[in-house]
């Protein structure tokens, strides 16, 4: 049941998104961006973490569960470590995979040509 | 001809976007790509304990599918059919830094690859990292304040 609840959540955040890049002047880059705001600010509201909980994957892998990470992180090591979590937090939850795609990135890109 | 005139007449002779049909493709893309995160997400909550952990990892894993697919080309054909349901989700961001730094590696490692890399991924962080600050200082400003 989870599997189609993430595939039917995921899939209508996608399909809003095409809709505004088809209906609207936003480039994909806009779009990712609006979408990495939206789940930071949901989150912070409060908002993000039930939607997560109902929807799983279908909620943590599109871009707004990418800024949604970077609140959450924020908001537990606030707790855990005072002012310094307000900064430290962002990677907090986010930095494994940014780390992950930068390393794989650089390696794909000195091992392998782009090829068109 | 004004260039206003002329983006009108592009606008008006050039084929209407299948904007049902592209948003189907989108649904579906985007979909199956979730499911499989859903997989990954399962199977990480079993391996580590907290739910920060288990999400940490699945946002790792599905960025390396996303850097693995895009190296062997396999992505850009997704991103054609898909549009945004291959953009939208982390696959799609680790998309941009990869093929990014696939293409500007003829410019140079340090200049070409590295510096390129983030040249959309760069923004996502970014503007995630502030709004996600602002956000989490006006909370805390108002839970001391409260």
Redesign the interface.
Known sequence: M??II??????????I???????TKCS??H???G???L???L???GIYEPFQEFA???A????M???S????????E?ERLGWEG??T??F???????A???V???I????????K | MKPQEYQKLVQDNSPPRPIFKNMLWAFFVGGVICTVGQVVLNIASKVENTKAEASAVTLAVMILIGTVLTAFGVYDELAEKGGAGAAVPITGFANTMTSAAMEFRREGVLLGMAAKMFVIAGPVIVFGILSGFIVTLIKVLILKLL
């Not at chain 1, 943590?60 to 871009?63: C, F, K």
């Open positions: 989870e599997y993430a595939f039917l959540v995921g899939g209508a955040i996608c399909a998104g095409q809709l505004i890049i088809d209906t994909n880059a779009l990712l961006v979408l990495v705001c789940g930071a600010v989150s912070g509201l799983g994957a279908g943590l892998v599109p871009v569960g990418f800024g990470s970077i609140t959450k992180g924020m908001l537990s606030l307000l900064f937090g962002a907090e939850i986010t930095g494994l995979g940014l992950a795609g930068i794989f990135s650089s794909w890109a000195l091992l392998r040509k782009p090829q």
